[in-house]
């Protein structure tokens, strides 16, 4: 069983950057894939990114790339999302979440663990 708690969400101007983190419990976070996705009002929840257990291995949605950032400290069982250059359609609630394979996972349906939310809001 994994416990996931997102923070650093907030309130920000376009341009702007925000740190997400998402706490993990349990032991074996490490052998854990962690995703990060999100959902704006009115839409469908979606992917945004997702890292390897190790760390090694990320993956984006096009609509992030080259402005967000997903990493991972297993020491601190915490995995982050950098997110530089938001734009206001980056509005959302963002979700972590987590599954237990080795390999990359981008389909929302397989991943097992989801956090509460945070919510990011962007104003233009």
């Known amino acids: 069983q994994v416990q996931l708690v997102e923070s650093g969400g907030g309130l920000v101007q376009a341009g702007g950057s925000l740190r997400l983190s998402c706490a993990a419990s349990?032991?074996?976070?490490?052998?854990?894939?962690m995703g990060w996705f999100r959902q704006a009002p009115g839409k469908e929840r979606e992917f945004v990114a997702a890292?390897?257990?190790?760390?090694?291995?990320?993956a984006y949605a096009n609509f992030v790339k080259g402005r967000f950032t997903i990493s991972r400290d297993n020491a601190k069982n915490t995995v982050y999302l950098q997110m530089n250059s938001l734009k206001p359609e980056d509005t959302a609630v963002y979700y972590c979440?987590?599954?237990?394979?080795?390999?990359?996972?981008?389909?929302?349906?397989?991943?097992?663990?989801w956090g509460q939310g945070t919510q990011v809001t962007v104003s233009s």
């Open positions: 979440a987590a599954v237990g394979q080795r390999r990359i996972v981008l389909n929302q349906d397989e991943y097992d663990y």
């Open positions: 349990g032991r074996t976070f490490s052998s854990y894939v």
């Open positions: 890292i390897s257990w190790s760390g090694s291995s990320t």
